[in-house]
């Protein structure tokens, strides 16, 4: 079945990096719109950034832009995010979304159907 299962979270502080990654299971990895999105408790989950698979084409959030890389590794089937100059605001749980097999329906990544349980990053 399909899954996704992230893992890299943990504790860093401002100014830190961090990498995040994506193991994917249960479809063909290069066929998809993935991305990362994070949420706060009490907040609406925001769209980090997001990677049309077949192509390696990427579209990222305001907020993270300049700082924020996400990349693909078809042959481990891994989605990672290199995350640098991390800000207390970043604080969140980061999920890992699959979503549309078109080009041209990139979407919410926010709203993407299929994503993993998440992994926590806190910059303290």
């Known amino acids: 079945h399909v899954q996704l299962v992230e893992s890299g979270g943990g504790l860093v502080q401002p100014g830190g990096s961090l990498r995040l990654s994506c193991a994917a299971s249960g479809f063909t990895f290069n066929s998809y719109w993935m991305g990362w999105f994070r949420q706060v408790p009490g907040k609406e989950r925001e769209g980090v950034a997001k990677i049309w698979t077949r192509s390696g084409s990427t579209i990222y959030g305001d907020a993270v832009k300049g700082r924020f890389t996400i990349s693909q590794d078809n042959a481990k089937k891994t989605l990672s995010l290199h995350m640098s100059s991390l800000k207390p605001e970043g604080t969140a749980m980061y999920y890992c979304?699959?979503?549309?097999?078109?080009?041209?329906?990139?979407?919410?990544?926010?709203?993407?159907?299929?994503r993993g349980q998440g992994t926590q990053v806190t910059v303290s």
């Open positions: 979304a699959a979503g549309s097999t078109v080009l041209q329906c990139s979407g919410d990544v926010s709203s993407y159907p299929t």
